[in-house]
């Protein structure tokens, strides 16, 4: 195998690290008390919440079996299974703030300063997510409560009772969301003016290191 060769064969997996690299991005943020306080209850919340996946498969099998081996369907586990999968899918959002583990595509972001980078995260939690969230919640809560008062429950026969269940879950996430967003809004704050006092501070030598 020649050279030329050997650098072809490794163009793939560069590229795939390369692609990696941008979607999951890290911005290093040093840590204070409060938000790492904040941090191990979201984190305990959504690692809980993925247990419901492990429910809704059963209850996926359990419907499944019923319809195709014993000829009876039921709407009830169907309605149960999308609103066991909404719920996990809805407590684990914060989780994903905190551990900064969402989607991140930017190759202009990921090449800025750590400081820069937290300028960015400063003014996008202040400016767009803190008030879409705000609003997000100051919506959900009343339509979760007039859907309790009025005793809603699923429009399909056999289906589900208690519907306000699943909204009050809606008004919860984006709360806990709103929770996660402090909690990184603190650690950026301490960064950029050192307030609140951080305890692990983050470096930009590394950066540096890498760069070189």
Known sequence: MTVSDQDSSHTPRASVTDADELLHHHTELPTTRISQWLDAILSAIGKSASWLWVVVTGVIIWAVVGRYVFGQGSVLLEEVQWHLAGAGWLLGLAYTLVVDDHVRVDVIHE?????????????????????????????????????????????APAGLSNRWVLKAVLALAFTLIIVAAVSRLLKVTALLFGFPRPIRIASDNNNQEDAS
């Open 111 to 155: 090449r800025l300063s750590l400081k820069t980078q937290a300028w960015i995260e400063l003014l996008g939690l202040l400016l767009l997510l803190l008030p879409f969230l705000g609003l997000a919640v100051y919506e959900m809560v009343p339509y979760a409560i007039s859907s309790w008062e009025i005793g809603e429950t699923s429009q």
